[in-house]
Every structure is written in C-alpha cells, then in structure tokens.
C-alpha cells in the first residue's frame, strides 16, 4: 500500500537515487479541502447562533425582550438581518433559547454558593436567600424570573429542578418532613416570586431581614424545628457571581 505522504526513491542527478514525497492523489486533495470549509462554515454558523443567543440574553436581561424586532435582535448580535431566519423560525423560538441559558447560569451560580454543603437544609436555605436578594443584586434576573412566574417550576433547568433535588433529598434524610416535594416546590416559588415582585416595586420593604425571615419560614414549612431554621436563615452567604454572564 502506498501511503499519501511516502517517502519514494527518485533518480538523482548523478544516477543515484533520492527521496522525495509522493504528491497527493488530487481526488484527496479535493476532498481535504472540501472537509476544511465545511468546518470553517460550521463554525461560522455555530458562531453567528451563538452572538443571536447572546443577544437575546442581553436583551432579557435589559427587560426588553418581548419588545425587541428582529432587526435589534440582529444588529444587538453584529449579524446580517437574514442570518437570523438560518437559526431560528421565530423571535419566541430564539426568546425560550435565550430564556433557558439564563435559568441555567443562575442554577449554576447557586451550584457555587452551595459548594461544599452536604445538608439538604443548608442548601435549601443558601439557594433561596440569595435569590430572594435578586431584587437588588440582579434586578434583570429578578424581572426576567417574575416575567417567568410559576413557568418556571416546570423548567427543566435553572433553579426549579434543583430546588425539588434538594427538598427530596431532606425527605430521604429525614431533615425535612414535609409530605408532598411537588407542593413544597411551589409554595416556595411562591415565596420567593413574592419577594420579588415587592423587593423591585417597594425595595425599601425587603432588605435582607426580609429575605431571611422568609427563608426562615420555609425552612419550618419543610419541617425544620424554629430554632434550627432560624440559624440556618443567618448563617454568613459565601459569594456569588450573579453577572448573567457569569
């Protein structure tokens, strides 16, 4: 077998022989090249869905969303109007794109704060006091979560799914003795959408004694004893990264 790049003997000027490379088979060639713009264009079409993504993430997060053409979408990404419709059928389609990044990289940076803690009930109350502190550490966050409402205890990502782990992991240790996770889930959603909604229309009514006052309470609808809870609600919160471009 003749390999593409052997070494083979070629006379040399004084009846000898020397080595030199076979040339390529210009079907290979051919083909080699085709493979290398595929992937150049590959890339250039995973780059220009990402600036659209993108875009409709900084859109979200400056609470103009629903109220962006796709023009915006398309100049706020850098991209020419007609990339957008080679990615996306519809602005909704790149909007619950966009939407289900954003839950992600909060769920994530809850993942940080929660580094480290094995109890179900640290977690809990870590998790829901810095996002009950939203309103004024992230209030692009906060809006783009209200804008969610009850939604999004159904997402598959984000906050919700993590939050419902969590409750049952309580239950399987037996810290939390509440009797149904789906309805706990949703009475803390609740909580934490009412939190919200009045720490950005009356933010001089929620600081943080609010917050964990609140967590508090939730932590005694889960089933931990008073004292417990409210220990748990004042422990010292490690840092967040809470940049939606975290």
Same mark, same amino acid.
């Not at 030199?20 to 264009?41: D, I, N, Y």
């Not at 600036?51 to 409709?56: I, K, N, Q, R, S």
């Not at 502190?133 to 939604?151: Q, S, V, Y």
């Given at each position: ?8 003997? $070629? !006379? @040399? ?5 020397? +080595?030199?490379?076979?040339?390529? !088979? ?12 595929? $992937?150049?264009? *590959?890339?250039?079409?995973?780059? $220009? ?13 400056? #609470?103009?969303g629903e109220r962006a053409s796709i023009s ?9 109007? @007609? ?7 519809s602005k909704e389609q790149l909007f619950r /794109? ?19 803690? /094995?109890? +179900? ?15 004024? /550490?992230?209030? !692009? ?24 782990? *969590? ?9 939390? /003795? ?15 959408? @009412? %939190?919200?909604?009045? #720490? %950005? ?24 004893? +008073?004292?417990?809870a409210a220990s748990l609600a004042a422990r010292?919160? +490690? ?8």
């Amino acid at each position: 077998m003749v390999l593409p790049y052997a070494l083979v003997d $070629t !006379p @040399g000027a004084a009846g000898g022989s020397s +080595p030199r490379r076979a040339e390529l !088979p210009s079907a290979l060639m051919s083909s080699s090249k085709s493979a290398q713009a595929t $992937t150049r264009v *590959d890339r250039r079409k995973a780059r $220009t869905r990402e600036a659209l993504v993108e875009a409709a993430v900084a859109l979200i997060a400056d #609470g103009r969303g629903e109220r962006a053409s796709i023009s915006e979408i398309t100049e706020t990404a850098d991209v020419g109007f @007609g990339s957008f419709y080679n990615h996306f059928e519809s602005k909704e389609q790149l909007f619950r /794109t966009a939407s289900e990044r954003l839950l992600e990289r909060w769920g994530e940076a809850i993942d940080s704060a929660c580094r480290g803690l /094995t109890d +179900p009930a640290e977690v809990f109350a870590v998790s829901f006091r810095v996002s009950g502190r939203l309103g004024w /550490t992230n209030p !692009p966050m906060a809006r783009f979560l209200l804008g969610c409402g009850f939604e999004v205890i159904d997402a598959e990502l984000g906050l919700a799914p993590r939050a419902l782990r *969590d409750i049952k992991a309580g239950q399987a240790s037996g810290r939390f /003795t509440v009797r149904e996770a789906d309805v706990a889930l949703s009475a803390s959603a609740g909580a934490l959408l @009412g %939190l919200l909604r009045h #720490g %950005l229309a009356e933010p001089d009514h929620v600081d943080e004694g609010v917050v964990d006052d609140t967590a508090a309470a939730m932590l005694r609808m889960l089933g931990v004893p +008073p004292a417990k809870a409210a220990s748990l609600a004042a422990r010292p919160l +490690p840092n967040v990264r809470e940049s939606l471009g975290a």
